[in-house]
C-alpha cells in the first residue's frame, strides 16, 4: 500500500518571502498521479497543483511549484511571493493511475503541514 | 454552479443515535467517495462508489453504511454512532471519462460531534 509522510507539521513564512513544503511517499507502482491541496479555515479543499509521475518536467501553476524527484520519491511545494491568504493546512496525496482494483481513484494523503504567513 | 454539496455542515449527536449525512453532486460525476480528516492523520477514505449501485470499502469503513441508488447522492450512514467516529467528514466526486487525471472535487465538510 501506498504511503505519504509530510514531516512538517508546521511551517511559517514572512509575506513576500518563499515557502518549502515536504513531502515524500512510498510506492511500488512506475505511473501515478501526485497533487497538493489546500485546506483554508473554511475547511474547503482546494486543488493547488498536480504531476503526472510520467512527465519529468515539474509543474507550476503561477507562484507555485513542485519539485519532483522520482527515484527520491519526494515531491516538495513551493510558493513563492507568499501571501496572507496562502496560510492554510496543505495536504500532499498520491494517486494510483492504474484502473483497476481497490484503490481505483483513492487519493492517500499525508497528514498535512500548517502554514502560517506573517505581514 | 458545479459543486458537491453536503449537509449537514455541523452535526451534534450522541452514541447511538443512527445519522445521516447527505452528499449530491451535480456534475454527472461517476466516481464518488467519502473521507475522514482526523488531525495529524490527513484524510482517509471511508467508502467509494464507481456508479451507481457499485460501492466498495475504503480503509477505514467499520462502523459506516453507504448508498448509491441515484448517480448524483452518495448519503453517508452512520447506524450506530461512536465517539471515535467524532470527525471532519468530506465527499468528493470525480469523473471517470475524459482525463485519466481529472482531480476530486470536495464538498465543504461535515463536522460530527458524538457525545
Known amino acids: 500500500a501506498q504511503t505519504v509522510t509530510q514531516s512538517q507539521p508546521e511551517m511559517s513564512v514572512q509575506e513576500a518571502e518563499t515557502v518549502t513544503l515536504s513531502c515524500t511517499y512510498d510506492t511500488s507502482e512506475s505511473d501515478y498521479y501526485l497533487f497538493w491541496y489546500k485546506q483554508p479555515p473554511s475547511r474547503q479543499m482546494i486543488l493547488v497543483i498536480r504531476?503526472?509521475?510520467?512527465?519529468?518536467q515539474n509543474a507550476t501553476e503561477n507562484r507555485f511549484s513542485v519539485n519532483f524527484q522520482k527515484a527520491a520519491k519526494s515531491f516538495s511545494l513551493k510558493i513563492s511571493d507568499s501571501q496572507l491568504g496562502d496560510a492554510a493546512m496543505y495536504f500532499c496525496?498520491?494517486?494510483?493511475?492504474?484502473?483497476?482494483?481497490?484503490?481505483?481513484?483513492?487519493?492517500?494523503f499525508g497528514q498535512g503541514t500548517i502554514l502560517t504567513v506573517h505581514p | 454552479e458545479a459543486q458537491v454539496t453536503q449537509n449537514p455542515r455541523y452535526l451534534i449527536t450522541v452514541t447511538g443515535k443512527k445519522l445521516t449525512v447527505t452528499c449530491s453532486q451535480n456534475?454527472?460525476?461517476?466516481?464518488m467517495s467519502w473521507y475522514r480528516q482526523d488531525p495529524g492523520l490527513g484524510l482517509r477514505q471511508i467508502y467509494y462508489?464507481?456508479?451507481?449501485?457499485?460501492?466498495d470499502k475504503g480503509d477505514v469503513p467499520e462502523g459506516y453504511k453507504v448508498s448509491r441508488k441515484e448517480k448524483r447522492n452518495f448519503p453517508l450512514i452512520l447506524e450506530s454512532p461512536s465517539p471515535n467516529q467524532t470527525s471532519l467528514y468530506f465527499c468528493?466526486?470525480?469523473?471517470?471519462?475524459?482525463?485519466?487525471?481529472?482531480?476530486?472535487?470536495f464538498g465543504n465538510g461535515t463536522r460530527l460531534t458524538v457525545t
Open positions: 504531476q503526472e509521475a510520467y512527465k519529468q
Open positions: 468528493a466526486s470525480r469523473t471517470t471519462s475524459g482525463a485519466y487525471n481529472s482531480p476530486l472535487h
Open positions: 462508489s464507481m456508479n451507481v449501485e457499485v460501492t
Open positions: 456534475m454527472n460525476h461517476e466516481y
Open positions: 496525496a498520491y494517486r494510483t493511475l492504474n484502473a483497476g482494483g481497490t484503490s481505483y481513484g483513492k487519493l492517500t
